[in-house]
């Protein structure tokens, strides 16, 4: 192990990349209807209450709308949505085939999946370039499908 004399971001990127991770698909209401965006920082938090967390980065254009989003849904994506984490990847709105679904208090959420995880807003907190979400879960869905998995630039299955 080494310790650098000065910062190298490139290698800190490469070697937190290094750690594989499922990949979500986050979505919320928007300014201009439902909206969603791919991330991989998704954790569990607590179970009592039932707590997750995620963390959007502050220079996202969709970061307003999440980080004041009273609600939204965590969605583990399967290895079959790959393509849909490609285009939450790239846009908004994903690809024009979505086929949105609401809660009854009128939260966007997409069918399918390992699982989705339906949260209120709980807490935010500073986390550098990120805002760390906190959402208390409300209810949520399981599968026994695969995961998609990313790590060091590629998608696999788990």
């Not at 209401?29 to 969603?36: Q, Y």
């Not at 179970?47 to 967390?53: E, F, G, I």
């Not at 790959?82 to 679904?101: M, P, Q, T, V």
């Not at 500073?126 to 949520?140: L, P, R």
Request: aromatic share 12%; with cysteine.
């Amino acid at each position: 192990m080494t310790t650098p004399t000065s910062f190298d971001e490139r290698a800190f990127r490469y070697a937190l990349g290094r750690f594989a991770t499922g990949v979500t698909i986050v979505t919320c209401n928007g300014p201009d209807g439902p909206m969603g965006i791919t991330a991989n920082s998704f954790a569990s938090l607590s179970l009592d209450p039932p707590l997750v967390l995620w963390s959007p980065a502050k220079s996202s254009r969709r970061y307003d709308a999440f980080v004041n989003a009273p609600e939204f849904a965590i969605h583990v994506a399967s290895y079959d949505q790959l393509d849909l984490c490609r285009d939450f990847a790239k846009s908004a709105g994903g690809s024009k085939d979505i086929e949105w679904n609401n809660s009854a208090s009128g939260c966007p959420y997409l069918q399918g999946g390992v699982a989705r995880f339906m949260c209120k807003q709980h807490a935010t907190f500073d986390g550098g370039d990120h805002t760390i979400i906190v959402g208390k879960v409300s209810d949520f869905y399981a599968s026994d499908e695969n995961a998609l998995i990313f790590q060091q630039g590629c998608y696999t299955s788990g």
